[in-house]
């Protein structure tokens, strides 16, 4: 298991790293991706930013002014750590 606060990185990091692992995986480039979602658990109590799917945006110049945003379930509470590229 990683240590992500021993590796220096920061919730902006992380969320860029599954961004481009999931544009990866899924075999597209990053100017194909239509909008993003970014979900967590309560984000905004650990770090004070609750607006996370913008940071998505920030992969590569070509997703920049596509509709993202956070996921709630029907509760609304956050479902656990997904990203989810469309």
Known sequence: ?????????????IILEASHAAVT???????????GVVASFATGLFTRQLHLSAIFTELD???RGIPTF????????DPCGKL???
């Open 1 to 13: 298991m990683r240590n992500l606060k021993k590796e220096g990185m920061s919730l902006r990091h």
């Open 25 to 35: 995986n899924a075999q597209i480039e990053p100017g194909d991706v239509r909008s």
């Open 61 to 63: 110049v070509n997703c």
């Open 70 to 77: 956070k996921r709630h379930d029907q509760r609304g509470h």
């Open 84 to 86: 989810m590229t469309r």
